[in-house]
Nanobody, 114 residues
Framework: VQLQAFGGGLVQSGGSLRLSCAAS????????MAWYRQPPGKQRELVAT???????NYADSVKGRFTISRDNAKNTVYLQMNSLTPEDTAVYYC?????????WGQGTLVTVSS
């Protein structure tokens, strides 16, 4: 199984981007999907999670601006990012947590200019 993340790029402050992450192949019993990010020179941090039954959780820094969603049929997770600021600049990684294994995407770079 491989995860492919899309949607990163350069955007001005206040702009929006939508990230997508699709899994190739089937994943047994997905528990949750998540987005992480790693800003330049910093550690990777959890941005948002969504469970198999649709419950979501967000880092305080993105609450009210980011929305995580999923398409179970397509094994795809999305991250809608609005009101972006330069502090959101990072490599964004998706993660799918199954009952038997965890999978990570390769990362997509989001750069927000001031």
């Amino acid at each position: 199984v491989q995860l492919q993340a899309f949607g990163g790029g350069l955007v001005q402050s206040g702009g929006s981007l939508r990230l997508s992450c699709a899994a190739s192949g089937s994943i047994f019993s997905i528990i949750a999907m998540a987005w992480y990010r790693q800003p330049p020179g910093k550690q990777r941090e959890l941005v948002a999670t969504i469970t198999s039954d649709g419950n979501t959780n967000y880092a305080d820094s993105v609450k009210g601006r980011f929305t995580i969603s999923r398409d179970n049929a397509k094994n795809t997770v999305y991250l809608q990012m609005n009101s972006l600021t330069p502090e959101d600049t990072a490599v964004y990684y998706c993660r799918i947590m199954g009952s038997r294994a965890n999978y990570w995407g390769q990362g997509t770079l989001v750069t927000v200019s001031s």
